[in-house]
């Protein structure tokens, strides 16, 4: 994000918060979090109860872009039920629930996003999660998942869309490969700063969209040899031309 | 007569997979094991001294490799899985090698096991020692979590503790914190030198905090890594004082190093290996720490480590049609650091191989692959620090990227700030080799940083071209 802001003229500020730290949310233009090992969540899980929850919820409402992955998308969810049963609250700013699973869903992930506002568009990235997590209402779905698991291996979604709060299990990496995702998060702080009627010039994507291709036909190709959950109609409906025009050029 | 036929069976897969060229790492190990599961414990029963086990993220290999050198010198008769085969099966299979070399009883194994593998490990060979090098985020596709791994080496560091010696690296917290409670039974290495280090770290620290109190530790010196001198503000946990330490440390680029060694009531001796990078340091004080523990003496373990070398694919140099192949193996975020940082260091006078002075660009190869080995998660390319590449760029010359996630690494290169003018996307790996060979002229040196697998292959490629034996041949000096 910091990139494809730089690259349009547009100064990057960023500032790392610690644990503990008080923070007024709504002064930022751009939020990320990402997620970590099981004793650091726990850690991060007691510092949003005690001192962030409600600053990064106010953040939220008031439209700050949010983009949340894996364990961060967890947080800011209800709660995650651990295997034991114990329930470690989230913020609830999604209204979205996870359990722990037993086997740990790990591999590519091609999805149709359903973010509002965009011509189709194909997520591609790499899942590595034991979560479950089940969207309530109130909440849409990232994307629709063509290859692999997604939130829960189970409802064919993949992450969660609130205003302008992201919550994906992709990463690996999510942004450069998806740039047009990043360029959406870019989008909306520069709408919330400055209104609606600003566009953000395109940038040479080329190295990117070589990339994302490269990264789609790979993934596919993985699935076929191994156990990955494939939806083949939807696959074929929504990237089989691009591959087969792929395949046809090389 | 199980553990006959199992013998038989297994010795006479490794002898077909060698005549059809391959490595034969683990699948003599495999068939041997179905047919008598006791096999491996039966094997290392026999050893007349007794296994050493070595593990840890980085650094496995070439620890191994080193110890070997010190030891075979000093006489001893070893079992080794010299081909970094280091699951049960692997470690099954090189006795099975030994084997079939027969002549007298072997002293030591000498076995790299993976992190996971440990306990299991642990349990089969009832090992002499254990020597653990350092725990990096690697493959998390495989474990989940860095503190999962951490805790099955600790199960092993326990269980082996109690009879054993336990070598330990004492500049990173998570493997100094398996010593706490050791008192003078675990065995301490470290460097001590400030002028090799940083105040600050920005690359990828894996673990910031206290393991007692979860306070952010102090460090007064970085490093790499996580690696440095560290304590806890609370003053729960601090860098154990080492017993063998490294200072004076000077690299020489992708050359060599060499420092001087202390040993706690041993004294100093100094050190010039041709093995290079502050890493390969660490490598060195592990093994020197094992070797000392074996008994043999200091000045010559010293003296063997001299005329070391790195094992296939780690820093190998290999003669290609008139240019040197370096090979260096990349498989997580700090090891690919301190891979550039050594290629890219600032020798004194040297670097690569006898191209004294020579500071004209280098041609990179970078070969990504993410098949099981390599680990199928290839987000760890955004934690390397290739900015470092950009920053150099005077030093660098044509990329040449390849391999299954070449176009990732490509746009990796992109956002790290690498002009995409340098960089050229070359998917087949002979092709992208064929490539490198032709935009680097004679007598310079090419600088390849693969994936495992992609080092496997690529090294395949250059041996049937006919320029390097396969690495089961050049493993055996």
Redesign the interface.
Known sequence: MR?RAEWRGIEVGLTAVGLGEAVDFTAFDILFMGGG???EQK?ICEDFQRVKGGALAEAVEDGVPFLAICGGYQLLGRFYETGRGERLPGIGVLAVETCAGRK?M???VVARSLLPGQETRVLVG?E?H?GRTYLGAGVRPLAEVLVGHGNNGEDGTEGAVYRSVVGTYL???VL??NPWLADWLIGRAVARRYGEGVTLPPLDDR??V??H???VA?AVE?ARRHRTPVRRKRLSAVVGGRLRARRGSS | MRDLLALWAGRAVLKLSRRLGHGGSSLPGRVALRIQPALLRRLAGKLRWGSVIITGTNGKTTTARLLSTILQDAGYRLVHNRSGANLKEGLTSAFLEDAAAAGRRADIALMEVDEATVPEAVRELRPLGIVVTNFFRDQ??RY????TTVSLVGRGTDAVGGRGFVVLNADDPLVAALGRGRGERAVFYGVEDDRCGKRTMTQTREQRHCLTC?RELDYSVFYYGHLGRYACPGGDFRRPAPDVRAGAVCLEGARGASFTLSVRGEGEVRVAMPVPGLYNVYNALAALAAALELGVPLSRAAASLERARASFGRMEVIPVEGRNVLLALVKNPTGFNQVLETLLGDAPAADGAGEVGDRSPRNFLIAIN?RYADG????W??DVDFEVLAERGARVGEIIVSG?????M???L??AGVP?ASVR?VPGLSEALDRALAVTAKGKTLLVTPTYTAMLELRDIISRRGYAPPFWEAEKT
């Open positions: 990139r090992q099981d004793k850690l740990r790990i591999g590519n790499f590595n034991s990463h690996g990496s450069p490969k190295v990117e070589e990339a291709a490269a990264a790979h993985v | 998390l596709d989940g979590e860095l503190d979860g993410d199928t998660d290839i987000s390319l955004w299954l996630r070449a176009h990732d490509a746009l990796r992109k956002y995409e996307v």
